[in-house]
């Protein structure tokens, strides 16, 4: 671990990444024709990809690669108890105060002592507001009557979908503690202020784990899965410079915590939570037992039927918040010489800056792209068969527009690992060029050995820069 760095140094800024967000289809402004809805974004055509293949890398670290932790879809509604047992309607406050004169509303938290003492708008001077508690949660109803019998809450986190079941999942699945439940899902909060692209938005996605664990071992487990989540940052490729743990002070430990950690990113706004490590001990079960009147007591049949409430261990990531810092810690600016085309010695003109997004080929939302050189010649019809075979395994971008060099720069910019390109030389000999997103190198190789070649490449991809 390491905590060199103590501000960004980098060639993203957020303006950057979030032009290239919308100019190649990552991400866009939700209902934009009618002026944007704030805190809310809609993601494109790569950034969908990059979304599932997030989704997919931590449901495979978290479920395939661990035999004891099973998923769960749990409902976005669910009965309004839950929440008063988890503690939501009654904690789930941001201290809110707004300006009378600029009418803009602050987290009190997020200004100064001297402004908020002084009752003074760091905006523009004018008076504050007294501070009073806003519930994040949104609450709407359910049912043909606007009455407080149908209230409901939109949930404002996927953790507690998993608590309620978690006898089912025992009982279905016959798991035995320790052993987790995964789930990714959306969920809600009324943000008072929404900023920083989509980095803190009202509507967004959670990758969550609960570890349950024997009460006595929660401490040994909750360093374990500590060291495990610092791991998986590394496969993603992500510089680990960037970076580091805050452990949460008494002033910001949540009321169920017993201790918790926050992995932070450097964002080029600075040090930002990406992902919580928490021991949630058995306050969430022991709350949901005294709301439901149901026994969730874990019955350890292998100790003499012995009755506990297990302990918790959380690991909290937020989906589109990784896909932020996935999208700026893969950006790149670099002066280059313009690629050599297939089938030369070297390459001609002068330098070139290239923008790059050096994603993991495991994440990246293109694996490939199939270039023809040309269009006629029958190179364009042979491009799009390989196209074809490659497209049952890996995802496969096809382009055929504009001069080579241009192509692969548009490539780059998406984040594309890999280009084949196919040329005169592939139809007298059946080969192809490979060429590499972050050296720019090409090799020649068979067309037979192409898919082969791009898995062993994907398993054995190590970042140069």
């Given at each position: 671990m390491s905590e060199a760095l103590t501000e960004y140094q980098g060639p993203a800024t957020m303006e950057k990444i979030t032009s290239l967000a919308k100019r190649r289809g990552f991400v866009f402004q939700s209902s934009e024709i009618y002026g944007g809805q704030n805190g809310a974004w809609d993601y494109g055509p790569l950034g969908i990809e990059l979304k599932n293949r997030i989704a997919q890398a931590?449901?495979?670290?978290?479920?395939?690669?661990?035999?004891?932790?099973?998923?769960?879809?749990?409902?976005?509604?669910?009965?309004?108890?839950?929440?008063?047992?988890?503690?939501?309607?009654?904690?789930?406050?941001?201290?809110?105060?707004?300006?009378?004169?600029?009418?803009?509303?602050?987290?009190?938290?997020?200004?100064?002592?001297?402004?908020?003492?002084?009752?003074?708008?760091?905006?523009?001077?004018?008076?504050?507001?007294?501070?009073?508690?806003?519930?994040?949660?949104?609450?709407?109803?359910?049912?043909?009557?606007?009455?407080?019998?149908?209230?409901?809450?939109?949930?404002?986190?996927?953790?507690?979908?998993?608590?309620?079941?978690?006898?089912?999942?025992?009982?279905?699945?016959?798991?035995?503690?320790?052993?987790?439940?995964?789930?990714?899902?959306?969920?809600?909060?009324?943000?008072?202020?929404?900023?920083?692209?989509?980095?803190?938005?009202?509507?967004?996605?959670?990758?969550?784990?609960?570890?349950?664990?024997?009460?006595?071992?929660?401490?040994?487990?909750?360093?374990?899965?500590?060291?495990?989540?610092?791991?998986?940052?590394?496969?993603?490729?992500?510089?680990?410079?960037?970076?580091?743990?805050?452990?949460?002070?008494?002033?910001?430990?949540?009321?169920?915590?017993?201790?918790?950690?926050?992995?932070?990113?450097?964002?080029?706004?600075?040090?930002?939570?990406?992902?919580?490590?928490?021991n949630r001990t058995d306050y969430d079960l022991t709350r949901h037992i005294e709301f439901s009147g149901k026994d969730l007591q874990y019955i350890d049949q292998d100790n003499n039927n012995e009755r506990y409430i297990p302990y918790i261990i959380e690991t909290s990531a937020g989906l589109t918040r990784t896909l932020l810092m996935l999208l700026c810690d893969s950006y790149d600016e670099e002066q280059v010489l313009p690629d050599k085309k297939p089938g030369t010695e070297a390459s001609e003109g002068a330098l070139d800056i290239r923008t790059v997004l050096r994603f993991h080929p495991s994440i990246a939302p293109v694996t490939a792209a199939v270039l023809p050189l040309m269009k006629k010649d029958g190179l364009a019809e042979l491009a799009q068969d390989i196209r074809n075979e490659l497209k049952e395994d890996f995802a496969v971008d096809y382009d055929q527009a504009g001069a080579i060099g241009r192509r692969y720069r548009r490539q780059d910019e998406a984040g594309t690992p890999f280009c084949v390109t196919v040329d005169y030389q592939s139809k007298d000999d059946g080969t192809v060029t490979l060429r590499f997103r972050d050296s720019m190198e090409q090799v020649r190789l068979p067309r037979q050995s192409l898919s082969e070649r791009l898995r062993k490449e994907i398993k054995e991809y190590k970042r140069i820069k």
């Open positions: 931590w449901w495979k670290e978290m479920t395939r690669l661990n035999d004891n932790i099973a998923g769960l879809d749990a409902a976005i509604l669910m009965h309004p108890r839950t929440w008063e047992a988890s503690g939501h309607v009654e904690n789930f406050t941001d201290p809110l105060v707004d300006c009378k004169k600029c009418k803009t509303r602050f987290r009190a938290d997020m200004i100064s002592e001297e402004n908020l003492a002084a009752k003074k708008c760091p905006e523009c001077g004018g008076e504050l507001t007294d501070t009073r508690k806003f519930n994040l949660m949104f609450k709407t109803h359910i049912g043909p009557t606007e009455d407080n019998a149908g209230t409901i809450y939109l949930r404002p986190e996927t953790a507690q979908g998993i608590y309620v079941n978690y006898k089912n999942v025992i009982q279905s699945s016959r798991m035995k503690i320790p052993f987790g439940i995964a789930q990714i899902g959306k969920a809600f909060r009324n943000e008072i202020v929404t900023k920083n692209f989509i980095f803190r938005t009202c509507e967004f996605e959670q990758m969550e784990m609960q570890f349950f664990v024997k009460p006595g071992s929660d401490v040994e487990w909750f360093n374990e899965w500590k060291k495990r989540r610092w791991a998986y940052y590394e496969k993603l490729g992500v510089k680990m410079e960037r970076l580091r743990w805050h452990q949460h002070g008494p002033d910001e430990l949540a009321h169920y915590a017993k201790d918790a950690y926050d992995i932070q990113y450097l964002f080029p706004m600075g040090w930002r939570e990406l992902e919580g490590v928490h």
